[in-house]
């Protein structure tokens, strides 16, 4: 049996699991909380499996993007392809099409519309219009709260109207140094207000945070409001605050006004007594995703923009709110994956469970207790010895991955798994790319250079 606490993807070291009741896990709503799952209805539960719903809704993307090609033009194009713009990084586009079919499928449609106006909410969060986002969700929890029920992304927008964007000035290279804290994770340290901290550089969080303490030494001062953040299967409900960082050097650049969710300290304390580990900040995904191309090298370095690596032959990455998501060769099929750099180790889910279930015979049975905001669950685990994963001209192997093998009722349950830092390990850097919408790895370790 496996004892765990899980910090996004992240099974934390067992020194560290003595405050199971801490509620540090809320940490995980942040990076799940933000994405969720939609309400199935009786005409999802009746969709063709080869229809474009399905090929939605199962991102099923190279499917939907073949099939775009020969629908003809009309609203259900242009829902489609403005959810597809959506999903491919192509946001003002997915505003066109989608504010175009929206009328004709309010009451044609019910179940697409508020996908449309969930996607329409996201693009205008990711292009900083938080009020525009903030009246997407109105409307969708209004007229089609039984598809889709985002209060959680909606309380954000609501809190955040009238902020100014995030913007980015460039005046030099990024290339700064990283190192890994006591719990596994990729870190920097930066000076910001004249406070020197270290940030967690984590592509699995939908926002930047910080710890109330680290935000008042920053001298942060939250927004009016405070924003909802659900716990999971736990169904107990979080308040937090949101406040925007004026400014943020790093390397040769200032981004200015950066969202920030600023959670309570004990929230980001993982362990207690002299194991403990206090987390004050986090770079999120808004950030990272400014600098445009992103570069992770294993000698310790993080690159971003011009300088960073750039690899012809990566795999197709595609958005789903504010995350990751990368299409890896499993048995010569393609499929979808969330990408977390906060994760220590890569998860199988459910969706992989049910699609390979017939290789069962080969895999370990275990369990885990995983402690949450909510208490400790303990859940049933498979353990499969050897997963091959194809990424653009490389293959990744990696040993002993933990298989669960029942939904967690968040949006993990959509991909196939959470892909840990043990997935890009074995290499000597790796990229995202978010203007090309591409993830590469560079070259495998001791290979010749």
């Avoid at 550089?201 to 909802?228: E, H, I, V, W």
């Amino acid at each position: 049996m496996r004892i765990s606490l899980i910090y996004g993807g992240n099974r934390l070291p067992v020194q560290l699991l003595t405050a199971f009741g801490r509620a540090c896990v809320i940490l995980s709503l942040l990076l799940w909380g933000l994405m969720p799952l939609r309400a199935a209805s009786p005409d999802e539960n009746v969709a063709s499996a080869d229809g474009p719903d399905a090929e939605l809704k199962e991102f099923r993307l190279d499917a939907l993007e073949t099939r775009l090609q020969t629908m003809q033009p009309g609203a259900e194009h242009d829902y489609f392809a403005g959810v597809m713009a959506n999903r491919t990084g192509h946001v003002e586009d997915s505003i066109h099409l989608l504010t175009s079919a929206l009328p004709s499928i309010r009451e044609s449609q019910p179940e697409r519309a508020a996908v449309a106006l969930e996607t329409l909410a996201d693009d205008y969060t990711k292009t900083f219009h938080y009020g525009d986002a903030a009246r997407a969700y109105d409307d969708l929890l209004a007229h089609f709260a039984s598809y889709s029920a985002p209060k959680d992304d909606s309380s954000i927008a609501h809190v955040l109207q009238g902020a100014p964007p995030q913007t980015i000035t460039w005046q030099g290279p990024v290339r700064l140094k990283t190192e890994r804290n006591p719990i596994g994770i990729l870190d920097m340290e930066l000076t910001v207000n004249g406070v020197r901290e270290r940030w967690v550089l984590d592509t699995g969080a939908s926002m930047s945070l910080a710890s109330r303490g680290f935000a008042q030494r920053l001298g942060l001062k939250p927004l009016p409001g405070t924003a909802q953040m659900g716990a999971g299967g736990t169904g107990i409900e979080n308040r937090v605050q949101v406040a925007l960082l004026p400014t943020l050097a790093i390397g040769g650049t200032t981004l200015k006004n950066v969202v920030m969710m600023i959670f309570d300290d004990a929230n980001l304390k993982i362990g207690s007594g002299k194991h403990a580990y206090q987390i004050n900040a986090i770079l999120g995904f808004p950030v990272l995703k400014a600098f445009g191309t992103i570069t992770f090298l294993r000698d310790g370095e993080f690159e971003a923009g011009d300088v960073a690596q750039r690899n012809a032959s990566g795999a197709r990455m595609y958005l789903k709110l504010l995350k990751p998501i990368i299409e890896c060769g499993v048995e010569g099929k393609e499929l979808p994956f969330t990408l977390d750099t906060g994760a220590t180790e890569t998860e199988l889910q459910v969706q992989y469970y049910e699609r390979f279930h017939g290789e069962i015979g080969s895999w370990k049975k275990g369990s885990e207790i995983s402690s949450g905001a909510g208490g400790n669950v303990r859940r049933k685990t498979y353990v499969q010895p050897q997963l091959d994963l194809a990424v653009g001209d490389k293959t990744v192997t990696l040993k002993r991955v933990t298989i669960l093998p029942v939904k967690l009722n968040n949006a993990m349950d959509e991909f196939y798994g959470n892909l840990g830092q043990d997935f890009v390990a074995g290499f000597e850097s790796f990229t995202l790319d978010f203007s090309k919408m591409t993830f590469s790895l560079g070259a495998p370790l001791g290979s010749p250079r």
